[in-house]
């Protein structure tokens, strides 16, 4: 019973920590709800342990611990796979926004025109 009580008190405080992050516009909308997500299967699971193990029966698990080790794993995995796909559009953007502010910095220091900065120096 104590940890059930834990395990309930530790996915409480998770969902409120994501829903300060969220408030305080320090985490995004869609990784908050991610993270919400987790929370409350975390909660319905503190709340009711048996149902681990009646999934981990119902898919074909021997021990429901391995159940939830998988469940994290594939969850994980996926966490990892959406941020890289993040990092790459953001590595792209970076990219092109140098390449535009390079573009414009030439654009600035030379105008069109300008006589003394060509290389027709006599």
């Given at each position: 019973m104590r940890t059930?009580?834990?395990?309930?008190?530790?996915?409480?405080i998770v969902v409120a920590i994501i829903v300060a992050l969220l408030r305080s516009r320090r985490i995004s909308e869609k990784y908050a709800i991610l993270w919400l997500g987790v929370g409350v299967?975390?909660?319905v699971l503190?709340?009711?342990p048996a149902l681990l193990g009646y999934?981990?029966?119902?898919?074909?698990?021997?021990?429901a611990s391995n159940l939830l080790f998988?469940?994290?794993?594939?969850?994980?995995?996926?966490?990892c796979i959406h941020?890289?796909?993040?990092?790459?559009?953001?590595?792209?953007?970076?990219?092109?926004l140098a390449e535009e502010s390079a573009?414009?910095?030439?654009?600035?220091?030379?105008?069109?025109?300008?006589?003394?900065?060509?290389?027709?120096?006599?």
């Open positions: 059930t009580i834990l395990f309930l008190f530790l996915a409480l299967i975390a909660i503190a709340a009711f999934v981990a029966r119902l898919v074909g698990v021997q021990v998988a469940l994290a794993l594939i969850l994980l995995l996926g966490v941020l890289s796909l993040e990092v790459t559009r953001l590595e792209d953007r970076v990219r092109r573009l414009l910095r030439h654009a600035l220091e030379n105008p069109p025109g300008d006589e003394t900065s060509g290389a027709s120096e006599e």
